[in-house]
């Protein structure tokens, strides 16, 4: 009979499917602290714990690879993802629970300053990243440079776990908890942490405890922490690219520093919002025309899950252009982007259209923003390459290349 974790009734429907909840790897850590401290200090062998999750769901998680010391304990959970397709999906979180000596624990003072925020009882349970945890090597993150990449509210869950056992059990010394992942550092390649300056493994996290299936909120979460590291590092104007096409185009033909860019992904609308709310000064964007013709429409979700009518805004722009009807319904006919281009340069209509896209592409960026910062596009198609820019592009270029502050 499988293992019943507790998630068995939380699902949502997407395109007609029914998709599973998972845990994320901070529950799996918290998890596998309570157990690993309450095999240490309660002496016996347990094979599952339970563990309230910040999102209000209980889950009872199975302990595995149980190994016990003198003075240690260590064991595992697998993170289950549910129907999200997770890179950490399958993978086991180790944590280990040691009893510390009062010389042992004065020489944590680093960790101790950091509990002090959230624990009132300070110096007793020190928790860290073992192998295959991240560590941070650049400011900006919400660890200091240094730390292990274990965010704050699973490391919230951790300690807690902590306190819980100890609290159980009378136990009033000092507990040390090691998180470590065996494959993080090979699973970390897949991530955004080699981005973020987060090297030797996976980061620990999940606000809620909880794996929503193909969740937006963590894609643009993921865009928030790099953004907000990039800020930290006093970059005021920001180099954008949605994809890996954007990106292939800023290395290859673009004089900016590549090493800058932010991917976005399909969320310009968001991206701008966070942009303005983190006091950045100007974003400038270099993408697919494939991405941004949906921009000139005022679409500011580009997956085509939320809308296309890239056609619709190609035939608009060419009548606004002078084109003819004929023209208008062959690019009603095309299915590709770069088939409307070849439609345009056959009715030399090309440079007048991307002059009308390029100037609503500008307006509604800045209504997006309210006109708060500086924004602009660079507009390429991979078969005809550079296809123009926006009124307020080079400013923008101008600012990231020299790295210029106000």
């Known amino acids: ?27 799996c850590a918290a998890a596998a602290a309570k157990g690993a401290a309450e095999i240490l200090l309660g002496g016996k062998k347990i094979s599952e714990v339970e563990l309230m999750t910040p999102k209000g769901i209980l889950l009872n998680l199975e302990l595995l ?9 260590s064991c595992a959970v697998r993170k289950d993802a549910g129907d999200d397709p997770d890179t950490t999906d399958g993978i086991l979180v180790y944590a280990r629970a040691e009893k510390l000596s009062a010389s042992d624990a ?8 950091d509990q ?47 306190e819980e056992a100890a609290d159980r059990f009378d136990y009033e010394g000092r507990l040390k908890i090691t998180i470590s992942v065996p494959k993080g550092e090979e699973i970390a390649k897949k991530t955004f942490n080699p981005r973020l300056g987060i090297v030797g493994g996976i980061s620990i996290l999940g606000t809620s405890g909880i794996v929503e299936p193909m969740s937006e909120k963590a894609l643009i979460d993921s865009i928030r922490v790099e953004m907000s590291q990039h800020i930290a590092m006093e970059e005021e104007y920001l180099l954008v690219t949605p994809g890996n096409y954007g990106a292939d185009f800023l290395r290859e033909h673009m004089e900016l520093p590549f090493e800058k860019n932010i991917k976005c992904s399909n969320y310009v609308g968001e991206t701008i919002d966070m942009a303005v709310d983190m006091g950045a000064k100007g974003i400038l964007f270099v993408a697919h025309i494939g991405k941004f013709i949906k921009v000139a ?54 440079e007048e259209v991307m002059k009308v896209i390029l100037e609503k592409i500008q307006f509604y960026l800045d209504h997006r923003s309210y006109h708060q910062i500086l924004l602009g596009a660079v507009i390429f198609s991979n078969e005809y390459g550079y296809l123009g820019q926006t009124a307020n592009a080079s400013e923008l270029i101008k600012k990231i290349a020299k790295g210029e502050k106000e």
């Open 65 to 73: 690879d149980i190994r016990q010391e003198e003075n240690a304990v």
């Open 297 to 350: 429409a005022g679409i500011m979700n580009t997956h085509s899950h939320s809308a296309d009518g890239r056609m619709e805004v190609f035939c608009a722009a060419a009548v606004r252009a002078g084109g003819s009807l004929a023209c208008a319904q062959e690019l009603l006919q095309c299915n590709t982007t770069d088939e409307a281009l070849s439609v345009l340069k056959k009715y030399d209509l090309m």
């Open 116 to 162: 002090k925020e959230l624990t009132e009882n300070k110096d007793r349970f020190l928790i860290d990243g073992g192998a295959g945890v991240g560590r941070v090597t650049r400011p900006g993150l919400k660890q200091p440079v240094g730390e292990a990449a274990i965010n704050p509210v699973p490391k919230a869950m951790i300690l807690r776990s902590a």
């Open 1 to 27: 009979m499988a293992h019943r974790t507790g998630l068995e009734d939380h699902y949502v429907i997407r395109n007609q499917k029914k998709l599973r909840f998972g845990y994320t790897t901070g529950s």
């Open 106 to 113: 004065s020489e944590q003072t680093g960790m101790e300053a």
